[in-house]
């Protein structure tokens, strides 16, 4: 009987920790509208937007300029979660990330007023890139 209630206290220790890790470093994700635009550069006549894909992405959005080729470039590091799962549909983009690395990603020549959004295969996890 106590060796059930150990091992019942052990899991729920174990469980809360995992949820505690996960909750504790996350970075801005679908629910946390933090817009940047420092995370936007234009080099060599082309726009590049940069997004870090943890527990999320952040900045869940970012605002570009239109009328320029652009390219989104998407960071991970130590990236296991849903996250890593990223769906584009507006340039067909789909593809599961590497833990670790950077994935540049082509989106063209968007126009004004144009929304761009990225979301994980599960729908959890979004962000947009508002063009203007």
């Keep these: 009987m106590q060796k ?23 970075p801005a994700s679908s629910g946390d509208e933090v817009v940047d635009s420092q995370n936007v550069e234009i080099r060599d006549g082309v726009q590049y937007v940069t997004i870090t894909a943890k527990g999320g992405y952040s900045p869940s959005v970012s605002q570009i300029k239109g009328g320029l080729p652009t390219k989104l470039v998407v960071k991970t590091d130590g990236t296991y979660d849903c996250s890593a799962s990223l769906v ?16 540049v990603i082509d989106l063209g020549i968007s126009k004004s007023g144009e929304k761009i959004q990225g979301v994980c295969g599960m729908g959890m996890y979004n962000f947009q890139i508002e063009v203007s």
């Design 88 to 103: 584009v549909r507006s340039v067909g983009f789909q593809k599961i990330l590497q833990p670790t690395g950077e994935e």
């Design 4 to 26: 059930n209630i150990l091992i019942s206290v052990i899991i729920s220790l174990v469980l809360i920790g995992g949820m505690l890790y996960f909750v504790s470093d996350r």
